[in-house]
């Protein structure tokens, strides 16, 4: 016999949990867009190590992981979250061949295009075509993902 389902969440809080995402969403994007992370040319710059390295993303990591580590400590610190029942992870723990697989994917289109999706969404705002072009091939591969890979878990 299964649990029962979980109630339906009412509309006023469907709209307090959205309009909090839109707000995350917007203050991510604009963390993105002032250091720069959404122009390729600075990511690539970091990357190269052994060339003419820019470290200047060195502290916009060191900062959000901070941000995010107090982030953290804070919503552990609550006992319930704000917007949700309960607190919710990732529902598998541990390395394994997919999420290295997909880690390494990620890293090589990181070096090679200067774009992850945050910057590449973000960057859109910019109406420049190797950006659109980048996002329409994220979400090609994405969807290619859902059609094949995702079918058979």
Excluded at 40 to 63: C, E, H, T, Y
Excluded at 68 to 95: E, I, N, V, Y
Aim: include cysteine; hydrophobic fraction near 55%.
């Amino acid at each position: 016999m299964s649990a029962p389902a979980a109630p339906a969440p009412r509309i006023a809080d469907r709209v307090k949990t959205n309009a909090v995402a839109l707000l995350a969403g917007l203050l991510f994007g604009a963390g993105l867009t002032v250091s720069r992370m959404i122009d390729p040319a600075k990511v690539i710059g970091f990357l190269d190590v052994f060339g003419r390295w820019d470290p200047s993303l060195a502290l916009v990591m060191a900062a959000a992981v901070t941000v995010t580590f107090l982030g953290f400590r804070l919503a552990g610190a609550q006992g319930r979250p704000w917007l949700a029942p309960k607190t919710s992870g990732p529902a598998r723990q541990g390395l394994d061949r997919r999420l290295i697989g997909g880690a390494l994917l990620f890293g090589l289109g990181w070096g090679l295009a200067g774009y992850c999706p945050g910057p590449a969404v973000a960057g859109l705002a910019l109406a420049e075509l190797p950006t659109v072009i980048f996002v329409a091939a994220m979400l090609a591969g994405m969807l290619l993902y859902h059609l094949t890979l995702e079918e058979r878990r």
